[in-house]
């Protein structure tokens, strides 16, 4: 049986090659932290914010639950074994808030795979193969492992996810987990997702996806109403795949149109009525 889910947002940061609070930094029209709390929010039982002792009574901060540092100068694993020392009992969906471009499907697809026997999930850096370390679940079992760690004189958190019994996964989305320690770099982030909310907006299909048998299990629904950028009903069937834990390969499905069988690379339209059909059993 599976831990409890916690979240931790980590904002205890010196933030030096910035040179400003990068928990405060605006994107998309919010925080940064108030970006990162919300993606963590809809996966777990409660959210809280890690912080320095000394960052209690920061305004921004403090709108949010708190779990403060009991352990100085170890970087980000000290917000980590504090929430462990809080809440023992309980895994965390660990999360630096200096991932602009992180985003719901790739959050959700870590939480989908995550192997509560292993001590931890997280993903493998699309950049140098390396784990992720601050966006990944730990569980409670990882508390000991960590704690001896950190008494050897260690503190890198990627580092230890290198030497322990974790769950890696590859990354659905390549720069999903690429983070900003620069204003140059931040700036960059605000661009790219500027242009891409663009490109998105101007290439939106309103759908209707109708699902039966086990993808209807497994949706838990029969229909919804969707905006989708997929250009397929191949793209569309990946795309909601990352939201459902669909078992079955597209290419064991037949789709439907418009109420006529298609082509899984038939171009989509807005409006257009999807319909997934998996195999008949027995048949």
Known sequence: MS???YGLVLTGGRSTRMGEDKAALRIGGRTQLERAMALVAPHVERAFVSVR???RDDPLRAGFEQIADTRVDLGPIAGIL???ERFPDKAWLVLACDLPLLDAATLAFLLRKRAPRRLATAFRSSH????EPLCAVYEPASRPHLLAYVDRGRQCPRKFLMGADVELLEEP????LDNANTPEEHATAVNVLEQSNATAAAAARRLTVQYYAVLREQAGRREESLVSCARTAHELYRELAQRHPFSLDPTVLRVAINGEFGDWTAPLKDGDSV???????GG
């Open 3 to 5: 831990a409890p889910l």
């Open 53 to 55: 002792p000394d960052q």
């Open 82 to 84: 504090a929430a462990q």
């Open 128 to 131: 140098d193969g390396l784990p």
């Open 173 to 176: 989305q390549p720069h999903a």
């Open 275 to 281: 319909v997934f059909i998996p195999p008949v059993a």
